[in-house]
Every structure is written in C-alpha cells, then in structure tokens.
C-alpha cells in the first residue's frame, strides 16, 4: 500500500504542468471577462477530473485523488467503475477495506494476486458496498474460505463474471448457494478449486445459471459424467469449457456436450484418458447434423457462417486412446480446427498416432494464408 504515496507528489506536478500549458487560454478568458479560477486540483470540476482519471489509466493514481478531499472521493466513488488492485504487492487486504465503501458503484474490480494477500475481511467489505458488481477476479486467493462466497452471494447478486481459480479452500456446499443467488452467471472459472468443484456443484451451476457462456474446470479431478452431463442439459449457451485435468470424464462427457451444446466454440480435454474415438465421433456427426440444418440458409451465405460456427478451439493432448481417423473427422468437421502452425487451434501434443491428422491447410496452404489476411483486415 505503501507503493501509491510518491503518487501524491504527481498529481500537483501534473497540475503545474496543466496551468503553465493553459497560460495562454487563461488570460485570453481574462481580459474577456470569462475566467474561471484554477488554483490547485481541487477546485477542477468533476467532470473534467473524472475525465483525467480515464485518460491516465492508473488506478494508483485513482486511489490517490480519492484521499484529495471529500468532492473528490464522491466523484470517484460515483464514476470509477473498473479498479484493479492486483499491483498491490503488500496489504491488499486492508487497501481493499479503506476502499471499498468510496467505490461502491464499481461494476469492474480485479484483486488477482501474485502472493496470498486477500482475506475474507477483504471480500465481505467489498460485499458490503459494491453491490452493482458485475465482475470479479479473486484468483490465487488461497487464504480465502467460505465466508467469501456466502458474501458474495448475499452482496453481489449482478455478477456475471467470476474468477476464483486456485481458491482450493472453497467448499462446494459454497458454491452450490453462490450460484443459488447469482443465477446471471456467464463467465465462471474453477481452475484448481478442487473442493468446490464437485458433481452436485455442477448440478447446481446447471440448474440456476442457464445463461452460462464459460467455465473452467481445469485440474478439478472429483467432476465426472454425472456432473458435465447436467452441465450440457442445463447450460445450453456454453461456449468455452475447460475439462483439462477431469481424469474420471468418459466418452459420456462428450457425447452429452455434443448434443446439448450447439454453440460449444472451445472445448478443453487435456490427460482426459478416457476419452475414446466414441466422443470425436459424436462430435463430428452433431456438426455435420447442424450444417444440414442450416440448409439453403448457410449455402446462400457460400458457407460463410461454418468458420464461425461449432468447435474453434480443442485440446486432446494426452488422450492417448484416440485414433487417426475419428480425430480427422473431428478436424474435416470443423472449417475453424486447424493443425498448421500459422493457426494452431487442434491441439495434440503427445499423441504420437495422431501426427498424420492434419487440417485443410495442409493440402491447401493458400487457404490458410487467405484467411490469416481475411483476419488482419478486422
């Protein structure tokens, strides 16, 4: 906390700065009768001190001004709303407490940690008063418990974005009644929370969070089938799933994603041994079933629409069971699943049977160097 001192000295600096790059306007709105007296920061209009704290980007900065006078700590309070405090290398746990009744309309709030800083007093303060909280990043918070996510729960119902990867002291009775309470979830990530992540947590997730877009669930080895199947029936808006590391996962995993998760754009099964041909399969006869779907729609489009359609991303490294002809039906599938080096985005590292699947770059390099232009024009 320390760290944001020498900040104070900055900000009359900057305002000597501003009045000697502003001599000129000033005496012209002086000899015509219009001048508006500036003597120091505090008298700048909120407007204009809400505008330079955009401009500046630093939220040391933010927290500083705050501390300036009452005016200020209103106007920040009321129009900061994204602060980060994963810079704070010492005390984050109190910074947070002295802050969080100034920002309570933040809708943004990082508190990513590279040491464990962050404790549940931390957390419930942030419950407290920010109650329009529409993300959160809590990662590597190893010494929080459960008394974070109740809060939360009980405190910020608006949230749609949650990351509390590496937060193995989480139980999953938590979780279940986080996801109770805030039922507009879209982007949730798990990573690591091998307590919390459990297959009643999932069912609960399934049940209470239809509008889920994300979830990583990387390294949470308890999950099984009976967990991801009700994920696939109950989070039909499922984009990104990360399954790396769910060692007990089968074929049933992917069979019920396949079939229940039409939009499914990336899909993690990193060491997940038990996957066989049966899931690429699966996968590969759903995409082809929604093309015919689309029918004339799609052809009239010249099959535009493919490339942004089904799996985008997929990760089977380590899934040693598989074989070359059901992971290139995966591939031929999948327009956006490419092995070449310019868009590596079929991911099978270890897999030494599977080095003859390649994507249709392969056959066609003019293809890929096409659409890597096609991309830079955006």
């Known amino acids: 906390m320390d760290s944001v001192k020498p900040l104070s000295g900055e900000l009359n600096n900057s305002f000597n700065t501003l009045m000697v790059s502003g001599g000129v306007e000033s ?30 980007g630093d939220d040391r900065m933010v927290i500083v001004a705050s501390g300036v006078c009452t005016g200020w700590r209103d106007a920040l309070g009321w129009g900061v709303a994204n602060l980060s405090l994963s810079w704070c290398q010492d005390h984050m746990n109190d910074l947070v407490i002295s802050l969080a009744h100034k920002f309570s309309k933040l809708q943004v709030l990082s508190l990513r940690q590279i040491k ?27 010494r929080l418990s459960d008394r974070s996510l109740y809060a939360l729960a009980h405190g910020c119902p608006h949230l749609t974005r949650l990351n509390i990867s590496g937060c193995s002291n989480f ?9 109770s309470q805030c039922k507009i979830l879209k982007c949730l990530n798990l990573c690591g929370c091998v307590r919390a992540a459990s297959d009643t947590a999932l069912q609960a997730i ?62 993690g099964l990193y060491y997940c041994q038990n996957i066989t041909d049966r ?12 093309s015919q779907g689309r029918g004339w729609d799609a052809a009239g ?30 591939c031929d ?26 994507c249709a770059c392969a056959l066609h390099p003019h293809r890929a160097g096409r659409v890597i232009l096609s991309n830079h024009a955006y």
């Open 116 to 142: 464990p800083q962050l404790e549940d007093s931390g957390v419930e303060a942030v419950a407290n008063y920010c109650h329009d909280l529409r993300e959160l990043d809590l990662s590597r918070s190893f």
């Open 206 to 267: 399934a049940c209470n969070c239809g509008q889920l877009q994300s979830l990583n669930l990387g390294w949470c080895d308890s999950i099984t089938d009976k967990g991801v199947t009700s994920l696939a029936s109950g989070c039909p808006e499922l984009r990104a799933l990360d399954l790396c590391g769910c060692v007990l996962i089968t074929d049933e995993s992917v069979v019920a994603l396949a079939n229940g998760c039409p939009h499914l754009r990336s899909l």
């Open 279 to 290: 899931a690429m399969y699966s996968l590969a006869a759903n995409s082809r079933v929604r």
């Open 27 to 56: 005496r012209q709105a002086k000899s015509a009768g219009t001048e508006t007296s500036l003597t120091g920061w505090k008298d700048l209009p909120m407007e204009l001190l809400l505008r330079i704290m955009s401009v500046v």
């Open 171 to 179: 139980s999953d009775a938590a979780l279940v009644f986080l996801t």
């Open 301 to 330: 489009k010249g099959g535009g629409g493919k490339d942004r359609d089904g799996l985008a991303s997929l990760n089977i490294s380590q899934c040693t069971a598989l074989t070359p002809p059901a992971v290139q039906a995966v």
């Open 333 to 358: 599938s999948f327009p956006a699943l490419h092995t070449c080096p310019e868009r590596h985005s079929l991911i099978i590292s270890g897999c030494l049977s599977l080095t003859s699947v390649h």
